[in-house]
C-alpha cells in the first residue's frame, strides 16, 4: 500500500481538498479528505492527444523516459512516419516497443500509407490492412485521414477503411486543414471526429461548432495555441492539446504542461484547463487511463502549484516512474530495423537545366506547416538555376531512398542559408531524403552524407559536416533521450550558423514533402500544388 498526500484536484467536480489517495496493486483504492501542511497539488496525468512518436527521433521507450518528467502518462500516437517506411512491421515494432515500459502508448492505425499516390514510400497499408490492425485490441483508433479529398469525393478504399473503423467501434481522427463550408460537414458526416490541423480561430470555430472535437496543436514546427487557445473557455468539453511533431530539445524541456500553464496566464479557469489536458483525451478514445478516481488506475501527477504545473512526481499504475525531474524508468534493448536503398549521387544530379525567367517558389512559413507559392524571378548561371542567396531563394531537392531515382528539384524561400546546406531523410510523410542548399555541390554533400549513414540529419559547409545518424527506419536515434535531445541541439546551432533564421530549421525542413497541405511542395516525383492535388511545373 503507498499514499499520497496533497492538494487533491476533483476536476470533474471544480474542487480541491486536502487529502490522501491510497494505492494499492496499481489502483487508487480510497480519496479521503484529510487535514495535512502539504501544499503540494495531485491531479491526474497529462495526456497528449495526437503525437508522432517517430518525430522525437526516439524510440518509445526513450520518449516515455523523458515525457513522464513532465507529467505525460499517456499519449495517442500515429504509428504513421514509421509505417511509410516499413508498413505494419513498423507499427508492430512501435507497439510491442512501447509495451516494455511502464507509459500508456495508445496506438492508432495509420490510415494514408501512402499519404499520397504523388510520391514514393516505402510501404503500403491498404483497407485490408487496416482490417488487420483495428483487429488487434493494442490499436485504439483509426488514425489521421489526411486523404480529405478522398473523403469528400466518395474514394472507395477510403470509405472501406472509415467503415472498418466503425465495423470495430473505434474513433477515426482527421486532418483538414483549411476546409470549411460543405467539404467539413460532409468530412465530419463520414464518421471523422476530431481536427488538430485547425489554424484560425474561425476554423476551429465552425468545426467545434459542426460537432468536431478540436485539438491545440503546439509542436516543435506548427504552433496553433495563440490561434486557438480563445476557443477553450466556452468549449473545454470538446478540445484538447497535442503536440503532433515535437523534437528532442523541446520534449527535453517541456511538453503538456507548458500548455496548461500558458493558457492559466491568460486567466482561463483552471479546472477547463485540465478537462482539455487530463480528461477529454481519456473520454474521447476510451483509454486505459486513471482519472483520480476510486478505482481507476493510479496515473496521477503531483505538482508544485497550478500556475506553472512544475511535476514533482509521476505515477504511473502506482509506480514512481518520475521525480524531481529523474526518470525511473529504465532504457531498454531494441532490433534496429531500416529500409534505405538509394545510391550515392553526383553534382550533376542536382542540376536544373533553363533559362526560365521566372520560377514557382515555396515559401516557408515559420511555425507552419502550410506554405504560399511565389513567382520570382530565376537565378540561371551556364544554363543551369541556381540558388540566389541574396534574395533567399535556395534550391532543394527530395531524394527518393527507396530507389535510386533521379532527384526532384524546386527552389524555397525563408530558410535564409549563406553558406552550406543541411539534409535530413526525415521528410513527412514518406521519409525520403530532402535538402536544401546554397550550392549543388552543398546539396550533393549533405544528400550524400544521408545516404552513407542510411538515415540522418545533417549540416554541411566547405570545411565541415556534421550529422545525427538516425539508424532506425532513417527517423529513429538508437541512442537516448538525453544524448540525441543534445546532439541534435548542437545540429540546430550549426545550421543557424550557416544563417538560417527559422526558429525549427529542421522541423520545417522535413514538412517541405507533405504533399496534404498547400500550397506548394516538393515530392521525389516533382512540385506540388496542394490546393488542386496535382504536379505544376517550376518554369511559369
Not at 513532465?70 to 500516437?77: F, I
Not at 489521421?144 to 473503423?165: C, Q, S, T
Not at 465530419?188 to 468536431?212: N, R
Amino acid at each position: 500500500m503507498r499514499s499520497i498526500q496533497g492538494q487533491i484536484v476533483d476536476i470533474k467536480n471544480k474542487h480541491i481538498f486536502k487529502g490522501e489517495i491510497s494505492i494499492s496493486e496499481g489502483k487508487i483504492v480510497a480519496i479521503e479528505e484529510k487535514e495535512h501542511d502539504v501544499e503540494h497539488y495531485i491531479l491526474p496525468g497529462f495526456v497528449d492527444a495526437h503525437i508522432h512518436i517517430e518525430s522525437s527521433m526516439l524510440v518509445p521507450s526513450e520518449f516515455a523516459r523523458i515525457a513522464v518528467n513532465h507529467g505525460t502518462v499517456a499519449t495517442v500516437s500515429d504509428p504513421h512516419e514509421i509505417a511509410n517506411v516499413l508498413g505494419i512491421d513498423g507499427v508492430n515494432f512501435m507497439i510491442e516497443n512501447g509495451k516494455k515500459t511502464p507509459f500508456k502508448f495508445n496506438f492508432g492505425a495509420p490510415s494514408c500509407v501512402p499519404a499520397t499516390t504523388f510520391e514514393s514510400a516505402g510501404a503500403v497499408i491498404d483497407s485490408d490492412g487496416i482490417k488487420q490492425l483495428l483487429a488487434n485490441p493494442d490499436i485504439k483508433y483509426l488514425a489521421e485521414m489526411m486523404n480529405y479529398p478522398g473523403v469528400i469525393y466518395d474514394d472507395d478504399e477510403v470509405l472501406k477503411k472509415l467503415a472498418w473503423a466503425k465495423h470495430y467501434k473505434k474513433p477515426i481522427d482527421g486532418h483538414a486543414p483549411g476546409v470549411l463550408g460543405d467539404d467539413i460537414t460532409k468530412y465530419i458526416a463520414a464518421g471523422i471526429s476530431t481536427d488538430h490541423e485547425c489554424f484560425t480561430y474561425e476554423e476551429g470555430l465552425e468545426k467545434l461548432q459542426k460537432g468536431m472535437k478540436i485539438l491545440i496543436r503546439e509542436g516543435s514546427a506548427a504552433k496553433n495555441f495563440e490561434a486557438l487557445i480563445d476557443l477553450l473557455p466556452e468549449y473545454y468539453d470538446h478540445i484538447m492539446f497535442c503536440s503532433d511533431d515535437k523534437h528532442p530539445d523541446d520534449l527535453i524541456i517541456n511538453h503538456i504542461n507548458k500548455l496548461c500553464a500558458r493558457a492559466v496566464s491568460k486567466g482561463i479557469d483552471v479546472f477547463k484547463v485540465l478537462q482539455a489536458a487530463c480528461i477529454n483525451p481519456v473520454k474521447h478514445y476510451n483509454l486505459d487511463v486513471g482519472l483520480l478516481e476510486v478505482g481507476d488506475e493510479a496515473d496521477c501527477i503531483v505538482v508544485e502549484n497550478l500556475t506553472e504545473f512544475k511535476v514533482l512526481q509521476t505515477y504511473i499504475d502506482g509506480q514512481l516512474v518520475s521525480e524531481n525531474g529523474q526518470s525511473n524508468i529504465k532504457p531498454i534493448d531494441f532490433e534496429v530495423l531500416n529500409n534505405f536503398n538509394t545510391q550515392k549521387k553526383e553534382v550533376l544530379d542536382f542540376r536544373v537545366a533553363s533559362n526560365a525567367k521566372q520560377i514557382r517558389v515555396i515559401e516557408a512559413l515559420e511555425g507552419q506547416l502550410v506554405t504560399n507559392e511565389l513567382i520570382e524571378s530565376a537565378k540561371v548561371e551556364a544554363g543551369n538555376l541556381i540558388s540566389n542567396v541574396e534574395k533567399d531563394i535556395l534550391k532543394m531537392t527530395v531524394v527518393n531512398r527507396y530507389n535510386n531515382d533521379k532527384p526532384a528539384l524546386a527552389f524555397i524561400k525563408n530558410f535564409g542559408l549563406k553558406e552550406g546546406a543541411i539534409a535530413s531523410s526525415v521528410g513527412h510523410d514518406s521519409h525520403n531524403i530532402i535538402a536544401v542548399g546554397v550550392s549543388d555541390e552543398m546539396i550533393c554533400k549533405a544528400v550524400n552524407l544521408i545516404i552513407e549513414n542510411k538515415g540522418g540529419i545533417c549540416a554541411v559547409s566547405d570545411s565541415e559536416s556534421n550529422i545525427v545518424p538516425l539508424p532506425i527506419a532513417g527517423i529513429m536515434s538508437d541512442q537516448d533521450g538525453e544524448t540525441i535531445g543534445k546532439d541534435y541541439a548542437i545540429l540546430d546551432c550549426k545550421a543557424k550558423t550557416l544563417g538560417s533564421t527559422l526558429n525549427a530549421p529542421y522541423m520545417t525542413l522535413s514538412f517541405m514533402a507533405l504533399l496534404v497541405i498547400p500550397a506548394l511542395k516538393l515530392s521525389d516525383k516533382g512540385l506540388f500544388n496542394g490546393k488542386d492535388f496535382k504536379f505544376v511545373s517550376l518554369e511559369v
